[in-house]
């Protein structure tokens, strides 16, 4: 069995499928993703389906909440925030289900959010979608902090993280610099997969820095990238 995780998707589908032929997933291998499945890019149900049907071929699919799902939820319960997420990329979700209300979105994928973990942790790794603040005696119990925090990793606590790596994503990080976490990662212990792979949709432009879709295997710590090809 091979465990795999990958970055903020961000309704980039078509690059998500081309990334997922690269792993070459087989039933009872794993997938972590990291946050924000949805908003901003163009497919955001078809990410959704693509996880699904992912899990119906026997992947043991993990979707991590990202503040993205969250900002959904919390307009489905409060109206006085519908604005916030739909200024966020909300809009682009709702287009991608052919609706013009929150209320119209099928039942299962409002489940399927809510249902969502703030955190995940297998093999070693402590998976989250924003990060960890260290001042808190269990970091983990913070919800909020999980799917929103940036900036923290000169506050880590190695004491209370023990031999654990932490994956993350929620930052758009430029390939240099990942590749330098991704160098130092035995030493450091945290690694961003979030290479902003939904900004080469937006902006329509190539970057050596940004725009891609990453994975890294648990397994052998490659990172696998895959372009944009929205």
């Keep these: 069995m091979r465990t795999f995780a990958?970055?903020?998707?961000?309704?980039?589908?078509?690059?998500f499928l081309a990334?997922?032929?690269q792993l070459n997933l087989q039933s009872g291998d794993?997938?972590?993703l990291l946050g924000d499945l949805i908003d901003r890019g163009p497919d955001s149900k078809g990410v959704i389906n693509t996880v699904w049907r992912l899990q119906d071929a026997g992947i043991g699919v993990v979707c991590l909440r990202g503040n993205h799902e969250q900002m959904l939820l919390d307009a489905k319960l409060n109206p006085e925030?519908?604005?916030f997420w739909i200024k966020n990329g909300g809009q682009q979700t709702l287009d991608s289900f052919q609706v013009k209300y929150l209320s119209d979105l099928p039942g299962a994928y409002l489940d399927f959010f809510a249902a969502m973990p703030c955190w995940h942790e297998t093999g070693g790794f402590l998976c989250v979608h924003g990060g960890l603040?260290?001042?808190?005696t269990n970091p983990l119990k913070h919800p909020k902090t999980l799917l929103w925090m940036r900036d923290w990793y000169g506050r880590?606590?190695?004491?209370?993280?023990g031999a654990r790596t932490m994956l993350h994503g929620h930052t758009p990080l430029e390939m240099p610099d990942i590749?330098?976490?991704h160098s130092?990662?035995?030493?450091?212990r945290y690694l961003n997969l979030d290479n902003g792979c939904v900004y080469a949709f937006l902006r329509r432009t190539r970057s050596r820095k940004l725009g891609r879709l990453l994975a890294f295997s648990l397994d052998t710590r490659e990172l696998i990238g895959q372009d944009c090809s929205e």
């Design 6 to 15: 990958i970055g903020d998707i961000h309704g980039c589908n078509r690059t």
């Design 30 to 32: 794993a997938l972590i």
């Design 133 to 136: 603040d260290f001042s808190k």
């Design 179 to 181: 590749l330098l976490q």
């Design 156 to 161: 880590i606590n190695y004491d209370w993280l």
């Design 81 to 83: 925030k519908l604005d």
């Design 184 to 188: 130092a990662l035995r030493e450091q």
């Design 19 to 21: 990334l997922l032929r």
